[in-house]
């Protein structure tokens, strides 16, 4: 078997790194920068360390985290649109993990032939 990892997975392991990166920077100003960095950047770097482990589960909680991330840009880029293109950032980010986390399941779902019907 290859050592290499799946584009679906690599696209994840990217996305998880630089949503880590985006609030670490988003946050770097912030009286609160290290309750910041529990919250918003380590899950991501344990999610990534995870994937690249090959656990199994790291994917799914990929994509949950990522539904967290993605209401939190939501919310400030409704609320906050001074802060420009961080909330924006965040959304898309958060998009590119739920689905290059779903994208394996997707394509075993439907990728199966239908066996024809008796």
Excluded: C, Q
């Excluded at 999610?47 to 991330?69: E, K, N």
């Amino acid at each position: 078997m290859s050592n290499l990892r799946p584009p679906s997975t690599r696209v994840l392991a990217t996305s998880l790194v630089l949503i880590a990166a985006l609030y670490a920077g988003w946050y770097r100003d912030d009286a609160h920068f290290g309750a910041a960095l529990l919250v918003f950047v380590l899950p991501p770097l344990l999610l990534l360390a995870g994937v690249l482990l090959r656990r199994p589960s790291a994917p799914l909680w990929s994509g949950i985290a990522a539904l967290f991330w993605f209401s939190h840009g939501v919310m400030y880029a409704w609320s906050h649109p001074e802060l420009g293109l961080w909330p924006w950032a965040g959304i898309a980010l958060s998009l590119a993990v739920v689905f290059s986390a779903s994208l394996p399941g997707m394509r075993a779902r439907f990728s199966k032939r239908r066996s024809p019907a008796a």
